[in-house]
């Protein structure tokens, strides 16, 4: 095949390809010219989700209300990067009255009200709990200490309104 090509004259041709078979290798042709700069291939790590204002939204509606002529609400959706289903919704929203709904929503849970009601009273019940473990133990003590006075017969002094004994 060699011969043949050596014949054809295109032996050149064959030697020059044949080093260049990966993309990465330079040509010995192109050694001498710059590299096209390439494309930052780099992608974002989240992207970011458009939000549009009450004030945007009631201008394109009113800016598709005012087309007149066939393919002038599709030219509006493309020069704004638009679907059909934004119109249709923002419309619904403004016959609805609720301008709050033309405002874009919060994601996620909504906020209970309740939570620090919750969170305090939690917090009470554990702060609660916590010191009738430490009267138990205290009335505990206390027993043990009259328990050993009455044993080595040391006369305790009683207030005379004690009523819980």
């Known amino acids: 095949m060699v011969e043949h090509m050596k014949e054809s004259g295109s032996l050149e041709l064959v030697e020059e390809t044949e080093g ?3 993309a990465t290798e330079v040509s010995s042709t192109s050694a001498g010219a710059a590299a096209p700069a390439a494309a930052d291939p780099e992608v974002l790590e989240q992207a970011t989700r458009r939000r549009f204002s009450a004030k945007y939204k009631l201008r394109i ?5 005012r087309c007149a002529e066939p393919g002038q609400i599709g030219a509006l959706l493309r020069r704004e990067g638009l679907y059909s289903s934004n119109l249709s919704l923002w419309r ?5 009255g609720v301008l709050s709904g033309l405002t874009p929503r919060k994601r996620g849970r909504k906020p209970n009200p309740d939570s620090d009601l919750l969170r305090h009273n939690t917090q009470l019940r554990r702060e609660n709990e916590k010191l009738r473990k430490r009267l138990a133990r205290a009335e505990t003590i206390i027993d043990v200490q009259k328990k050993v006075a009455t044993l080595l017969g040391i006369p305790l002094n ?4 004690d009523e819980s004994d």
């Open 92 to 96: 619904e929203q403004r016959e609805s």
């Open 20 to 22: 260049a078979r990966r």
């Open 158 to 161: 009683r207030p005379e309104n």
């Open 61 to 65: 509606l009113e800016e598709a209300d």
